[in-house]
């Protein structure tokens, strides 16, 4: 199961009078796992920025400008979504500027149903809760230290970990069973995520680091791992 996590950034509310998508970021899952596949692209939006929507996430016009027009990409991103669904964040903002972009190219518009409205889980999950982004990473106990301004693939990323608490935990198909799932081929082969072609940044501080090199080294010979 393919699902691709999306976010835009834009120059405001309303695509109908005249705003348009600036960023775009998406994450792709497979069977609930980050594969590593990102895609990410800024857009010049063929207009000004106002103050409003740089105060959100910090892109100027200055930066976007030697930017290529959605036009430009707009194919290349409907070849990566693909038919996957879109786990959005407030869907119905995202879906309408995405089909407003695509409209200017004469290309199908996306379907609704191939959306999956975060927000809308987590008012049902939570009713009354705060379910911004933010309020639901703190409830999760996701780090969101690195975003101090919105951006599209940095909140992909981090809706893609707040989506999979939403559905149950980081592996809502963990099961102990280890014979064949009822109704599914016993020797049906388990599909297993590929080998990322470069490896995660660790996630350590230096000041961590720091820390527990100076808790080793205190514990001296009596650290377990240090015995030949």
């Not at 919105?150 to 592996?171: F, K, N, P, T």
């Not at 501080?205 to 009596?222: C, N, R, W, Y």
Request: glycine fraction near 10%; hydrophobic fraction near 40%; charge should be negative.
């Amino acid at each position: 199961m393919r699902e691709i996590v999306l976010d835009t950034e834009t120059t405001g509310f309303d695509p109908g009078t005249g705003d348009r998508i600036v960023e775009i970021g998406c994450v792709e899952l497979h069977n609930h796992m980050a594969t590593g596949e990102t895609y990410h692209q800024y857009i010049n939006p063929q207009r000004d920025m106002p103050e409003g929507a740089f105060k959100v996430h910090g892109i100027s016009s200055d930066f976007l400008r030697d930017k290529p027009v959605f036009a430009k990409i707009g194919q290349a991103f409907l070849d990566f979504i693909g038919d996957a669904k879109l786990i959005i964040h407030n869907a119905s903002f995202d879906m309408k500027f995405l089909n407003a972009e695509l409209g200017r190219m004469g290309l199908p518009h996306l379907p609704m149903d191939q959306a999956i409205d975060t927000l809308a889980i987590a008012r049902k999950r939570f009713p009354g809760a705060p379910a911004t982004l933010d309020a639901l990473s703190r409830r999760f106990g996701i780090d969101t230290s690195a975003r101090t301004l919105h951006g599209a693939l940095l909140d992909s990323e981090i809706l893609a970990e707040v989506y999979l608490e939403l559905i149950g935990g980081r592996q809502p198909d963990f099961g102990l069973s280890t014979g064949p799932v009822a109704g599914g081929s016993s020797g049906a082969e388990t599909w297993r995520p590929a080998a990322r072609p470069v490896p995660l940044p660790s996630r350590l501080t230096a000041k961590e680091q720091s820390a527990h090199d100076a808790f080793v080294d205190a514990l001296g010979e009596k650290a377990e791992w240090k015995r030949a």
